[in-house]
């Protein structure tokens, strides 16, 4: 399974600012050895339900810690059997811009 998940939480930090707890939810993603890339707009991980639901839940966890309420966007590609998608997805586009 690959996800796309935008997390954010929602309240008043202290200097308005979400960076220091987006980037803590980034720090789990990492952490948890999944295959994982972080965009302007989303962080991508590839696992396993299980796995990919476990982490997104750490990450809720965590920025609940410190927020009243955390907001959280997912997309998902479920394709059972499937592995290496959030590269080969991408490699398959980019053979097409090059006229492959």
Do not use: H, Y
Not at 13 to 29: F, L, N, Q
Not at 74 to 94: N, Q, Y
Request: proline share 6%; glycine share 8%.
């Amino acid at each position: 399974m690959l996800a796309a998940f935008s997390i954010s939480p929602l309240g008043d930090a202290p200097d308005g600012s979400v960076g220091p707890a987006v980037a803590e939810a980034v720090r789990i993603v990492r952490a948890s050895g999944l295959p994982n890339e972080t965009n302007a707009m989303f962080t991508n991980v590839e696992g396993e339900w299980d796995e990919v639901m476990a982490v997104i839940k750490a990450c809720v966890d965590r920025l609940a810690e410190v927020a009243p309420r955390v907001s959280v966007v997912v997309k998902l590609d479920v394709r059972p059997g499937v592995t290496g998608a959030m590269r080969s997805k991408v490699e398959r586009i980019e053979e097409q811009l090059r006229g492959a």
